[in-house]
């Protein structure tokens, strides 16, 4: 009895600095949470989420009209704009335009200061008005309508349409040839603009007119006098469910009607 006694009454030896330190610095607040790396755990498998994305509105916008142009009949006069030039006719196009850059404002008005100069001097007037690529909707259906226009480039994604959807008919009639690109921002570039609906060239130098000749001759047969182009319609094309449930549909009309048939031979 007296030694248990005793053994209580002593105290135990203390804990090391360090250890009684690293104790301390825990902080009860924050619980420990290992990492699952199991399936389902915190490293998730790569997997498209794309449809389960909320999209900005414009986006949606987009893509909403893109499907209702498939699914809807496009008549003929806007559906022709679809069938545009190939690449390498565009870069044919767009290299020979950009040789006849519009000069810029400051080029413009040194030339218009030199003449005025000449004029003043009382000498010959020696620089002329430089040719440059035509742009503007109203001018170039001046130069159309007045056939001095020896080719019409007019951009596929006018908005609206409508603004251009007369102009092919018009270049038609006109014997103008006339093509079709994408993208109305690289008809801008050719004349320092964002956008451009149409240009056309009324006239060339000398080296450049076989290009020119050549090229008018390729769209006038492409475009022109093509009446498939101008009589295709477009549009009505149904989603893939649909078309899955009108296949199906017409396989049981088809077996319907053997067994039609069959019994008929029989």
């Known amino acids: 009895m007296g030694k248990a006694a005793k053994a209580a009454g002593k105290k135990l030896p203390a804990a090391p600095l360090a250890a009684r330190k690293t104790k301390a610095q825990k902080n009860p ?11 389902g755990g915190d490293v998730q498998p790569k997997r498209d989420l794309t449809r389960f994305v909320k999209w900005p509105k414009f986006v949606r916008l987009q893509r909403m009209k893109r499907v209702m142009l498939m699914r809807l009949k496009v008549p003929p006069a806007i559906n022709q704009f679809n069938s545009a030039i190939d690449k390498n006719q565009a870069s044919q196009v767009l290299r020979l335009c950009k040789k006849y850059m519009p000069e810029t404002k400051e080029a413009k008005k040194a030339r218009l200061m030199e003449m005025a100069q000449q004029k003043k001097d009382g000498q ?8 440059v690529v035509k742009y503007g909707l109203n001018h170039i259906t001046t130069l159309v309508e007045n056939k001095t226009a020896k080719m019409v480039v007019i951009a596929h994604d006018v908005d609206p349409i409508e603004l251009v959807c007369w102009l092919p008919a018009l270049c038609r009639k006109k014997d103008v040839p006339y093509c079709i690109i994408k993208g109305k921002s690289r008809l801008g570039q050719l004349v320092h603009k964002k956008a451009v609906s149409c240009v056309a060239l009324t006239s060339v130098s000398k080296e450049d007119q076989k290009d020119l000749e050549t090229l008018a001759c390729n769209f006038k047969a ?7 182009v101008r009589r295709r319609w477009g549009g009505g094309l149904m989603g893939i469910k ?3 449930i009108t296949a199906s549909r ?15 031979i029989a």
């Open 242 to 244: 649909s078309q899955h």
């Open 29 to 39: 607040l924050f619980e420990k949470a290992p990492k699952n790396f199991r399936l």
């Open 222 to 228: 492409q475009f022109n006098d093509n009446a498939e």
């Open 250 to 264: 017409e396989r049981a009309v088809q077996v319907e009607q053997a067994k039609k048939l069959g019994m008929k």
């Open 124 to 131: 010959e007037v020696k620089s002329k008005k430089p040719q």
